[in-house]
T-cell receptor, first 110, second 115 residues
Framework: GEDVEQSLFLSVREGDSSVINCTYT??????LYWYKQEPGAGLQLLTY?????DMKQDQRLTVLLNKKDKHLSLRIADTQTGDSAIYFC??????????FGTGTRLKVLA | DGGITQSPKYLFRKEGQNVTLSCEQN?????MYWYRQDPGQGLRLIYY???????QKGDIAEGYSVSREKKESFPLTVTSAQKNPTAFYLC??????????????FGPGTRLTVL
C-alpha cells in the first residue's frame, strides 16, 4: 500500500528532546522529507535526506534513516514551545508523486 | 521575495456553487500541485501539473477542475459535484530536478467552508 505511518501525538517537556518517527513504504524513494505545519498555515520544509544517507544534522534537527526497516526519524534537541506544531514526513519516488504521512502533533509543555 | 501565494485565506460557499481558489508562484517552478487536507488524514493529491498547458488527475480529482495557462498560476475550481468540499486546500510547487532536491514548497492554504 501507499500508507506512510506516523503516530498521531507526542508530548514533551520544554528543554527535552523530541523524537518523531515515520515508517515509509517505497524502498526506492529517492528523497525523504520532514515538514512542519503550524495552525492554519501551509507546510514549511524543515529538512530532507537523500536515500543514500544514514543521518543528517541541521542545528537542532537530526534525521536518521534506516532503509532496511524503511524507518525515518526526526529528533529535535532542546525542544521549545515554538516547536509545537504538526510534523509530516513525506517520501518522493522520483516521478511526480509525494506521499505524506498523517502527521504527528507535537505538544511542548512549559 | 519569492514564494507561493494562495487566495483567499478563507472562503465560504453555498451548496450548489462553484468556487475558484487561486495559487500563484514566482519561483519559476514548472510543476505545481493541489492537495486537500482533512483532520487526521494527511494530504491527498487532487491535481498536478508538470508543465504549462498540461495537468493530470491525482487521487481525489472528482468534483474538482484545474487549468494551467501560465507557468505562474494554477487555479483550482471546486464544483458543485464535490459532495464534501469543506477542507483546507494547499497548493505547492516543485523545485526543478537540476537543483538537486526535488523539493515541494507550499503556499499558506485556503480554508473552504460550505454553508
Amino acid at each position: 500500500g501507499e500508507d506512510v505511518e506516523q503516530s498521531l501525538f507526542l508530548s514533551v517537556r520544554e528543554g527535552d528532546s523530541s523524537v518523531i518517527n515515520c515508517t515509509y513504504t517505497d524502498s526506492s524513494s529517492t528523497y525523504l522529507y520532514w515538514y512542519k505545519q503550524e495552525p492554519g498555515a501551509g507546510l514549511q520544509l524543515l529538512t530532507y535526506i537523500f536515500s543514500n544517507m544514514d543521518m543528517k544534522q541541521d542545528q537542532r534537527l537530526t534525521v536518521l534513516l534506516n532503509k532496511k526497516d524503511k524507518h525515518l526519524s526526526l529528533r529535535i534537541a532542546d525542544t521549545q514551545t515554538g516547536d509545537s506544531a504538526i510534523y509530516f514526513c513525506a517520501e518522493f519516488g522520483g516521478t511526480y508523486k509525494y506521499i505524506f504521512g498523517t502527521g504527528t502533533r507535537l505538544k511542548v509543555l512549559a | 521575495d519569492g514564494g507561493i501565494t494562495q487566495s483567499p485565506k478563507y472562503l465560504f460557499r453555498k451548496e450548489g456553487q462553484n468556487v475558484t481558489l487561486s495559487c500563484e508562484q514566482n519561483l519559476n517552478h514548472d510543476a505545481m500541485y493541489w492537495y486537500r487536507q482533512d483532520p487526521g488524514q494527511g494530504l491527498r493529491l487532487i491535481y498536478y501539473s508538470q508543465i504549462v498547458n498540461d495537468f493530470q488527475k491525482g487521487d481525489i480529482a472528482e468534483g474538482y477542475s484545474v487549468s494551467r495557462e501560465k507557468k505562474e498560476s494554477f487555479p483550482l475550481t471546486v464544483t458543485s459535484a464535490q459532495k464534501n468540499p469543506t477542507a483546507f486546500y494547499l497548493c505547492a510547487s516543485r523545485a526543478p530536478l537540476r537543483l538537486g532536491t526535488d523539493t515541494q514548497y507550499f503556499g499558506p492554504g485556503t480554508r473552504l467552508t460550505v454553508l
